[in-house]
């Protein structure tokens, strides 16, 4: 088994924090790979100042460069909007891996919103990485909810492989203030110059249009 994280998100665009909180991840939770779903949609933002998938994509390929990341739009070929309809076909379709789902402390706040979140944990362990301003929601998240009786120690993450989900660890990594929506107001025009683009998705190995 491959051991494999998965983090989701929209990059819009890709910078530094998903890239620190990745490498963080990888090395505390021991991954080989670690894969950054650019979603085609995410149902909880506004489609408004959402830049075009093949934007996002080339600067989370950017961004992932020289680092055991890869950049995805898999979600597109499944055609799966929701993580829990992405993680039953990942699932399914590679049994040689072993998933783990990585998200923010901010995402935790707001993990009731998504859709049929308890059968998302009862899928594949959840690693939560400390966001600067959440973690006090995330913990009262935890404290209050379902996922309470699920938590495991973070001493005891190496052995993440072995846990039958639900199961869930929080990390804490040194954080970094960056965020996309600074990156957007700074430069509101980022995606008109996205660079050169991959021939080929990392993941799939198919074409990318």
Same mark, same amino acid.
């Given at each position: ?45 506004? /489609? ?6 093949? @934007? !996002?994509? &080339?600067?989370? #390929?950017?961004?992932? =460069? *020289?680092?055991?990341? +890869? ?58 990485? /400390? ?6 929601? @995330? !913990?009262? &998240?935890?404290? #209050?909810?379902?996922? =309470? *009786?699920?938590?495991? +120690? ?56």
């Amino acid at each position: 088994m491959i051991p494999t994280g998965l983090l989701g998100g929209s990059f819009n665009p890709a910078h530094r924090a998903h890239r620190g909180i990745s490498l963080f991840a990888a090395r505390a939770l021991a991954l080989d790979e670690l894969w950054w779903l650019v979603s085609p949609g995410n149902p909880l933002k506004p /489609a408004a100042g959402m830049a075009p998938l093949a @934007a !996002r994509l &080339a600067s989370a #390929r950017r961004m992932a =460069r *020289r680092a055991p990341i +890869r950049a995805t739009a898999i979600e597109r070929e499944l055609g799966t909007r929701y993580t829990v309809d992405t993680l039953a076909r990942l699932v399914r379709r590679y049994p040689n891996r072993r998933f783990v789902w990585l998200m923010g402390a901010d995402n935790l706040v707001q993990f009731t919103r998504w859709r049929n979140w308890r059968k998302i944990a009862r899928t594949v362990p959840i690693a939560v990485i /400390a966001r600067p301003g959440y973690d006090d929601g @995330a !913990r009262a &998240a935890i404290s #209050r909810g379902w996922l =309470r *009786r699920f938590v495991r +120690r973070a001493d005891q993450v190496k052995s993440w492989t072995t846990w039958r989900p639900p199961a869930l660890v929080l990390l804490r990594s040194s954080p970094d203030p960056t965020s996309a929506t600074q990156l957007r107001g700074a430069n509101p025009r980022w995606h008109l110059d996205p660079g050169p683009r991959a021939l080929t998705d990392p993941v799939t190995r198919r074409p990318l249009s």
